[in-house]
């Protein structure tokens, strides 16, 4: 079973949060039960389940234990300190050396008070640690920009044949089960296959493995050992978005060759058998473009009209505008989401459930988005003309629109404008994004 890291930090303060009301008794109870039940950290549990908010949370730290907090977004490190620890290492502590001055190297920390395992990998170093607090989704950022380090998704050596060996182990039990899913996920992201389908048939699980490109890939696993993997499904998701006696949906943060994914799980039980489906969507910058693309983004928000993000793949739409609420500046910007399921907390984004706004109506998002005075609106997926050109009510207060659209570059866009009576709606587009 995969060993997630321990947070030394909030399990020494979390009946401080207590005492001091930032949070109630009764919350924290529920907290240490979902990281538990879940092998996560207490601090992934108060943040996922909005007991307190990442932010919230390095700020008690840093006022308690009189650590500085750090933006590591805004922050340019010293990169001939990289050297003093490798990124494997850093990957696993969370941990980034930063600068060194005289004696004493500077290092973020996502548990600051956990100095024992930063001078363990550090060895013989003839100098002292001074830590800074850092959120760990910031870190895992600063990693990927900053270690020049290979660590790349062709490293990742896993094949279908590797499955046949777990299946055909003398007892495959849940442990079993856990590590054949954890290798089934890394196969599939080492291939690019994002869009996953698993059907039940008559004695076999099968599988339709689909990349960005719709080119289809399938394979089979006995049937017997489906029950031990809707297990995995169940226990690995971290967030449950709905459960009912035909019908589960969750999903779960995983890395794999230093990069993050979300991985959405849907499985329902009907009379035509039960039938599950994956989406893995990418968290981390990979390309230059990518972060070309993020950077134009960025820059446009605030201003009146339409983002234009166009690919005929979900996943590589919702996926791009992740990455650029994650690394687009935000300061001074509210922004306001309407999504299918929520991939990642983003800090200072009003994130929405489509299902939990009440009705899920054009004038619901509408109205929650003019309540928060939001600056940036996203509605996830792509949306017909009817429900953008109601959106463009908004454009006309100022505001900017990311919308999604099921095609693959600026010319197909404005020919189906022209298809469908819209050719109005090119006069709101601030700027295209092909993905």
């Known amino acids: ?56 949370l390095l700020e008690f730290i840093e006022t308690k234990l009189r650590i500085p907090f750090v933006h590591l977004d805004d922050y340019s490190l010293d990169t001939k300190c990289l050297n003093f620890i490798n990124k494997q290492d850093a990957l696993r502590l969370r941990i980034l050396p930063l600068f060194k001055i005289e004696e004493v190297l500077t290092v973020a920390m996502a548990d600051p008070l956990d100095l024992f395992s930063v001078n363990t990998v550090l060895g013989d170093a003839d100098f002292k640690v001074e830590p800074v607090v850092c959120s760990e989704s910031s870190i895992l950022r600063a990693i990927n920009k900053n270690y020049s380090e290979s660590c790349s998704l062709d490293d990742v050596n896993v094949d279908l044949n590797s499955w046949r060996s777990k299946l055909e182990s003398d007892c495959f039990d849940a442990e079993s089960a856990e590590l054949f899913f954890n290798d089934f996920i890394a196969y599939a992201i080492s291939k690019k296959y994002y869009d996953i389908s698993i059907k039940e048939d008559k004695n076999k699980l099968s599988f339709v493995f689909q990349d960005a490109k719709d080119n289809k890939k399938e394979d ?64 981390t910058l990979k390309t230059e473009t990518d972060e070309l693309n993020i950077k134009k983004v960025g820059s446009l928000f605030g201003k009146s009209g339409i983002i234009a993000i166009c690919s005929k793949n979900d996943i590589i739409r919702s996926s791009f505008v992740y990455l650029t609420l994650l690394n687009a500046d935000l300061k001074d910007k509210e922004v306001f989401t309407a999504e299918q399921f929520i991939k990642k907390p983003i800090e200072t984004v009003c994130q929405n459930k489509l299902d ?36 463009t009510v908004l454009v006309g207060d100022g505001k900017t629109i990311i919308a999604e659209f099921n095609c693959d570059n600026k010319q197909e866009l404005i020919q189906s404008f022209e298809q469908n009576d819209c050719s109005y709606m090119k006069n709101y587009i601030l700027d295209f994004v092909e993905l």
């Open 220 to 283: 089979s696993i006995p049937l017997l050992v489906a029950p031990l993997l809707y297990s995995v499904f169940k226990s690995k998701s971290e967030v449950i978005y709905k459960e009912s006696h035909s019908f589960f949906s969750g999903g779960f943060n995983t890395i794999v060759a230093c990069n993050e994914y979300f991985v959405y799980v849907s499985k329902i039980n009907h009379i035509n058998g039960k039938q599950t489906v994956l989406k893995i969507y990418p968290l």
């Open 1 to 56: 079973m995969e060993t997630l890291i321990t947070n030394k930090t909030v399990e020494r303060l979390k009946y401080d949060l207590v005492r001091e009301n930032i949070i109630s008794f009764e919350y924290l109870q529920e907290a240490e039960q979902e990281a538990e039940k879940h092998n996560k950290t207490l601090a992934h549990s108060l943040i996922d389940l909005k007991i307190l908010s990442e932010k919230a």
């Open 356 to 391: 939990l706004l009440p009705g899920a109506s054009l004038q619901t998002i509408y109205v929650m988005a003019k309540f928060h005075s939001a600056d940036v609106i996203w509605v996830e997926g792509s949306l017909s003309f009817d429900f953008l050109n109601y959106l």
